[in-house]
């Protein structure tokens, strides 16, 4: 029982940190498209 509760608390902090890595992924994406676009308009 206390394995099993270990193992997923390790899975749910990995699924946190793989969804909090994608919403970062996709934010730098934004800021470097913008960034991009930006500089094209100069």
Avoid: C, P, T
Avoid at 15 to 30: E, K, N, P, R, S
């Amino acid at each position: 029982m206390n394995e099993q509760d270990r193992k997923r608390k390790r899975a749910l902090i990995v699924f946190q940190l793989f969804a909090y890595g994608w919403l970062l992924a996709m934010f730098l994406i934004q800021l470097h498209m913008s960034i991009v676009r930006g500089w094209w308009s100069l």
